[in-house]
């Protein structure tokens, strides 16, 4: 598929499947897209990983203190699954979380609707790319403002199919998003390997862009978290400062993405 055929296909699927479902969402501190992955490739345990985590994020007392501590104590969020461009599933439309109840309504809708990972065969690769595109354009349509705007990207794998992601990349970077991304290590990983290596070389971008990787499956929520409240934390008013995450370079590769602060590898 070339690529104007790629980028009119992710606009015509955001358009239907956004296009009529967005809720009314007033100025928030920030906007964030989670794009998360349900390719041929995301098993039952994978899935359930997504679908909680992101459930548990949302609700934990860490980041409703944080959504709280912002101008608008207010962030708008909206979820939804992709694998190969065409493949694209609206979870959560674009909503307003200003507190635990919002957050606990918009968890729900998350766990109920989310991928399982039992139906996963014909699903194709992973378009990468494509979840960059259609959460650009979805970000292009959030009905209200936003301080910031994230592309946030949970994947357990590189860009296999649709367009080059560096493209895409670019292209949502130039409208002054942030993509930001967790990687979920495969079990078999090789150790002279490493998929965060890949997203923070080839996916992520703009402002205060990093990349998260979970040491282990069970390890999966707390990262997600962590991720969670770095990019609503950044509003923050200083005298409220949040925690700050770890950073731990493993060689030079690791230290020469961190400096200056554009594109950490965060664990």
């Known amino acids: 598929m070339g690529v104007n055929s790629c980028l009119r296909l992710a606009g015509t699927l955001a358009a239907s499947l956004f296009g009529g479902l967005q809720a009314q969402v007033a100025d928030v501190d920030v906007a964030i897209v989670f794009a998360v992955d349900f390719s041929s490739s995301i098993d039952p345990d994978t899935a359930d990983l997504q679908r909680n985590g992101h459930a548990a994020a949302l609700t934990s007392p860490e980041i409703v203190a944080a959504i709280a501590r912002n101008y608008f104590g207010c962030i708008g969020v909206a979820y939804f699954e992709w694998a190969s461009p065409g493949r694209i599933r609206i979870v959560l439309p674009w909503t307003r979380i200003c507190g635990l109840e919002d957050a606990k309504a918009a968890a729900r809708v998350i766990r ?26 979805l970000l292009d349509q959030f009905p209200g403002n936003a301080d910031r705007k994230v592309i946030d990207i949970s994947a357990n794998g590189e860009n296999n199919d649709g367009l080059p992601v560096q493209s895409s990349r670019l292209n949502a970077i130039a409208k002054g998003y942030t993509i930001n991304a967790i990687a979920i290590p495969a079990k078999d990983e090789s150790p002279g390997y490493r998929l965060a290596s890949y997203f923070a070389e080839n996916v992520i971008g703009g402002s205060g862009a990093f990349v998260m990787t979970p ?46 602060g554009r594109t950490p590898l965060l664990r």
């Open 112 to 137: 109920k609707q989310g991928d399982t990972g039992f139906s996963r065969r014909g699903r194709g690769g992973t378009s990468v790319s494509s979840a960059i595109d259609v959460g650009s354009l």
């Open 215 to 260: 040491t282990g499956s069970s390890d999966y929520a707390t990262a997600l978290r962590r991720k969670l409240l770095t990019e609503i934390s950044m509003n923050v008013d200083p005298q409220f400062p949040p925690e700050a995450p770890s950073v731990e370079p493993e060689d030079d590769k690791d230290q020469k993405l961190m400096n200056g």
